[in-house]
């Protein structure tokens, strides 16, 4: 009914900018992504023209960040808005290393990485904008549960198709220890093809299948994710553990190429359809990244605490709401889009669980200047602990327990000088707040593991 009066008064031309449909979400999620790879971020041997163009016809983030330096938690972030330490994921499942879960403040090893997921008592951004009215549908990683009960389709997504795991092989679409990854829905299927492929072909026909009525397209991609495996190379033997990592720089290009295309489709069918206008686009990566990434100008990269690991593009483009163009040093991160999501959508009742993150589009509208925020950071882990906040220009780091830095982001991007002797005062300030912080997300933290 709500649609049908919103045709009715616009056909009268009686409709004004404080009544309107609610606008089409689609965020596209790249993984390991390198800040400076962009065309739009200063990089040159990548070509991102359809990536570029929500820059160029939107806004700009030049200080977002990633909720955490690897993919798991960061996701997490923004399914519930929150900080994922309050749901115990702190780092990423199955990863390369010993998995740990949190037992009564203790990290104790965990073998089963199989069985975690996204607690289950956790309300998801897909839950809420499918209580409002939204189609939901999600395309490509999802690396949030493994078993049938953590499964996106379980969790607000009307449609799912993707690899359920972090790191799956591009064409056979199983993790290296055999464990096929491939569903459509709760259903493990056979697809030949190449993972991005198979993610860009289905995320169009969502948007071709429901361009009548709001809707929600999340795109969370395996891409650049290792394994580095080129497209249109199906010979491309079954990844390994000794090969998961091997590749370069060409491959990185040919895999980042292939998810602008696919941001290309999008798009176009979005103008096919009429709709390009009234939907929210935001392209992002879940950290900073890794071996063949370029971070450039940032230091580090992926699953580190320094600027190259947590520091992210992040482009938004909605040409009915947002300025064209915009280049803004707001501070944002990937849980903000949890709550901007929300309110673009006209969802105002109350979350089940209080939101860390905030609106964003009233900071981008119009000359509103970049207000000062707060932003936290830890790796909590037995062979290396690492912990970080930035508040308005001044970061502080301590990596591993083994030196307390300062630095002024301002003046020093890069984070090569470290100015704690010059403001202890700034310093111990920041450490403070930290300290706080941690005890106060600890206070509510919970198992990992939700049988």
Request: hydrophobic share 35%; proline share 6%; with cysteine.
């Amino acid at each position: 009914m709500k649609h049908f009066l919103v045709l009715l008064l616009s056909s009268f031309g009686i409709l004004n900018s404080s009544f309107s449909a609610p606008p089409n979400i689609v965020f596209i999620l790249a993984d390991d992504f390198g800040y400076g790879d962009l065309g739009c971020m200063g990089g040159t041997d990548i070509a991102t023209p359809n990536i570029d163009r929500l820059a160029t016809e939107g806004v700009k983030f030049t200080d977002f960040y990633a909720n955490a330096p690897v993919c798991t938690p960061t996701r997490t972030g923004f399914m519930t808005g929150r900080w994922q330490q309050r749901c115990g994921l702190e780092f990423a499942f199955g990863y390369q290393v010993e998995q740990f879960r949190r037992v009564k403040g203790e990290w104790v090893p965990e073998k089963d990485i199989h069985g975690l997921g996204l607690p289950l008592s956790e309300t998801t951004i897909a839950d809420r904008l499918k209580s409002a009215g939204y189609a939901t549908g999600a395309f490509g990683k999802w690396h949030l549960g493994f078993k049938d009960e953590y499964n996106p389709t379980k969790r607000g997504f009307d449609e799912y198709f993707g690899e359920l795991l972090g790191h799956a092989d591009y064409y056979q679409h199983a993790y290296y220890d055999g464990t096929y990854a491939l569903r459509d829905g709760l259903k493990p299927v056979k697809r030949e093809g190449y993972f991005t492929d198979l993610v860009n072909e289905r995320a169009v026909k969502f948007i071709t299948a429901h361009a009548k009525q709001p809707f929600f397209l999340y795109v969370p991609h395996l891409a650049v994710h290792a394994p580095f495996q080129a497209p249109n190379k199906p010979e491309t033997p079954m990844v390994t553990k000794e090969s998961m990592h091997h590749g370069s720089r060409a491959i990185y290009k040919a895999m980042v190429e292939r998810i602008d295309h696919g941001v290309g489709l999008m798009l176009a069918e979005l103008e096919k359809q009429g709709i390009a206008d009234n939907t929210l686009v935001v392209f992002s990566s879940d950290n900073g990244g890794e071996r063949y990434s370029r971070n450039a100008p940032l230091f580090h990269h992926k699953a580190t605490v320094w600027e190259g690991g947590i520091r992210v593009p992040c482009l938004m483009r909605w040409p009915a709401k947002l300025p064209k163009g915009k280049v803004t040093s707001q501070m944002g991160i990937t849980m903000d889009l949890h709550a901007t999501f929300l309110a673009a959508a006209g969802v105002t009742s109350p979350a089940p669980k209080p939101l860390d993150g905030i609106d964003l589009l009233p900071l981008l509208a119009g000359d509103s200047k970049p207000i000062d925020r707060t932003f936290f950071w830890r790796i909590d882990r037995t062979n290396r602990k690492q912990r970080a906040i930035r508040q308005g220009q001044w970061k502080y780091i301590n990596d591993g327990n083994t030196m307390d830095l300062l630095f002024d982001l301002s003046a020093d991007i890069g984070e090569r000088t470290n100015l704690g002797y010059q403001h202890p005062e700034i310093l111990e300030d920041l450490k403070s707040k930290l300290k706080s912080w941690e005890a106060e997300i600890d206070a509510t933290e919970r198992e990992i593991l939700v049988r």
